[in-house]
């Protein structure tokens, strides 16, 4: 809800207005990603500016600033340890005896 009337991008905002944003339309902004519509985890791989912390729109889904996701300290800390536990129980393998030189 807006505590103070407001202008944002050009709309009137009046005070006390619910403003709902639309999650769904952010994380499909071609402006912001490249080739949308494929899957491409490895795109969080790559070097840039952004993080999940709340400062960066693209990751809207774990919310944003003071009322962002309580659980995301959590969540980083036990990945690594839920990803570290995986590799270190486990003996992996590729499936059909595909050698990783061939995969790449």
């Known amino acids: ?3 103070d009337s407001c202008k944002i991008l050009g709309y009137h905002i009046p005070k006390e207005t619910q403003v709902l944003v639309n999650v769904w339309a952010i994380g499909r902004d071609p402006k912001t990603w490249e080739n949308l519509s494929k899957f491409r985890p490895e795109r969080f791989l790559e070097l840039n500016t952004m993080d999940y912390k709340g ?3 693209e990751f809207i889904p774990f919310g944003s600033g003071r ?3 309580l659980a995301v300290p959590l969540a980083s800390r036990l990945l690594s340890m839920a ?3 995986l590799l270190h129980c486990f003996d ?3 499936a059909n005896g595909v050698k990783p030189e061939d995969w790449i």
């Open 55 to 57: 400062h960066h729109f």
């Open 1 to 3: 809800m807006a505590m």
């Open 83 to 85: 990803l570290g536990s």
């Open 92 to 94: 992996w393998s590729l």
């Open 67 to 69: 009322r962002m996701c």
